[in-house]
C-alpha cells in the first residue's frame, strides 16, 4: 500500500472541501499528522505541494505525515493544491502511485468563491493578532491598514492576479487565480487519467449533498458513513453577502470566456461514469451571497 494519501481533495479553495474532508476523515480517512508549531489546520491540509519548504524536504517527508498503523487511507484535503499538477505527478510518480492516486476537485461560481476568499481573508485580518498575518492575509489590507471593501477588492487585488500569467500561480495572487479553473484543470487531464479525476459541482453540495457523497463513494470505492455538516470558516457578523453588480460584472465578464473554456475541456475530457454529465454551469444567480452562515 502506498504511504502517500490515496485521495487528494485538491480544492478549489473556498467550494466547501472543509465539509467533504470531515465527513472523509469521521467515516475513516486519516489526516496528516500536525507536527510542533504547526496550526491544527494541517490535520485537513498538509501543504506539502503549495509551500516550496515543505515540498522541498522531499516525498519521505510527505508520507511521515501519514506514517500510521492503522490500514485506513489517508486523505490530503489542502485546497491549495489546485494549482500544483505537475508536483503532484512528480511526487507520486516516485512513490510508484501516480496511476493510483484519486483526485478529488469541487468547482464554485468563481464570483462566489472569490468573496467566499474576500470573507474569509477579513475575518481572519479582525480576529488574528496583527502579528500573525502573513502577506495573503494582508492582500485585504490597505496601506493604513484599514480593510478595503470588496469592490477595492475586486480592483486592486482579484482583477490584477487574474490578469497575470501562470507564474503567479507561486504568487500571492495564486487564491484569485484558482477561480481560472480550465488553466489549472488542463495540466492535471494531461498529467492522470481522466479516470482518477472527480469533478464535482458546489451547487450540487448546497442542493443535494447526498448525491454528491453517492458519487464520492462510488469514486473511492469506499462507503463512509455520515452526512455532510456545513463547515464555516468565516462567521463574521459583517461577511459580505453579495457582490455590488461594478463588482459582479468586473469579474463576470474576465470569467465568462474562461468558464466557456472550462465547459469545453469538461466536455472534451470525459470523466468517471459517477460525474455529473454534462457538468453544470455556473448560473450567475447561483449561490452568492444566498448562504446565510
Ligand atoms: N455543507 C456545505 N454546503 C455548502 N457550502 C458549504 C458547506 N460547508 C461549508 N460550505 C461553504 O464552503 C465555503 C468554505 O469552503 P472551504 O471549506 O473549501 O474553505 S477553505 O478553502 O478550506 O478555507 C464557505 O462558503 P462561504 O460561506 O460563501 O464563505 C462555507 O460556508
Known amino acids: 500500500m502506498s504511504l502517500l494519501?490515496?485521495?487528494q481533495l485538491i480544492g478549489a479553495q473556498k467550494a466547501g472541501t472543509s465539509a467533504i474532508s470531515e465527513w472523509l476523515?469521521?467515516?475513516?480517512?486519516?489526516?496528516s499528522r500536525v507536527f510542533d508549531g504547526e496550526p491544527y489546520y494541517y490535520r485537513?491540509?498538509?501543504?506539502f505541494f503549495d509551500i516550496d519548504w515543505n515540498f522541498h524536504r522531499g516525498m519521505e517527508y510527505y508520507a511521515s505525515r501519514y506514517e500510521g498503523t492503522c490500514g485506513a487511507p489517508a486523505l490530503d484535503a489542502t485546497p491549495d493544491t489546485l494549482a500544483f499538477a505537475q508536483r503532484v505527478h512528480d511526487i507520486y510518480l516516485s512513490a510508484g502511485c501516480a496511476t493510483t492516486v484519486k483526485i478529488i476537485v469541487v468547482l464554485r461560481d468563481p464570483i462566489a468563491r472569490e468573496l467566499s476568499l474576500y470573507n474569509h481573508l477579513v475575518y481572519d485580518c479582525q480576529?488574528?493578532?496583527?502579528?500573525?498575518?502573513s502577506d495573503?492575509?494582508?492582500q485585504v489590507t490597505k496601506t493604513d491598514n484599514s480593510i478595503m471593501s470588496f469592490d477595492e477588492f475586486v480592483r486592486d487585488v482579484s482583477l490584477p492576479a487574474l490578469a497575470t500569467d501562470e507564474a503567479q500561480d507561486y504568487g500571492l495572487g495564486r487564491s484569485s487565480r484558482?477561480?481560472?479553473?480550465?488553466?489549472?484543470?488542463?495540466?492535471?487531464?494531461?498529467?492522470f487519467d481522466r479516470n482518477q479525476i472527480l469533478v464535482l459541482s458546489y451547487d450540487e453540495l448546497c442542493n443535494n449533498p447526498k448525491k454528491l457523497q453517492q458519487r464520492v463513494?462510488?469514486?473511492?470505492?469506499?462507503?463512509v458513513p455520515g452526512d455532510l455538516c456545513h463547515k464555516n470558516s468565516s462567521n463574521s457578523p459583517i461577511?459580505?453577502?453579495?457582490?455590488?453588480?461594478?463588482?459582479?460584472?468586473?469579474?463576470q465578464s474576465f470569467m465568462k470566456p474562461h468558464n466557456e473554456r472550462l465547459y469545453q475541456l469538461l466536455e472534451a475530457h470525459i470523466g468517471p461514469p459517477m460525474e455529473q454529465r454534462p457538468f453544470p454551469r455556473f448560473s450567475n444567480e447561483e449561490s452568492v451571497g444566498s448562504i446565510i452562515s
Open 5 to 7: 494519501p490515496t485521495v
Open 127 to 133: 480576529r488574528l493578532d496583527p502579528s500573525q498575518l
Open 239 to 251: 461577511k459580505v453577502q453579495m457582490p455590488s453588480c461594478e463588482a459582479r460584472q468586473c469579474l
Open 136 to 138: 495573503w492575509h494582508k
Open 178 to 191: 484558482h477561480g481560472l479553473y480550465a488553466n489549472h484543470l488542463q495540466d492535471w487531464f494531461r498529467l
Open 217 to 223: 463513494q462510488g469514486f473511492i470505492g469506499r462507503i
Open 44 to 47: 485537513k491540509e498538509a501543504h
Open 25 to 31: 476523515f469521521e467515516g475513516g480517512f486519516r489526516p
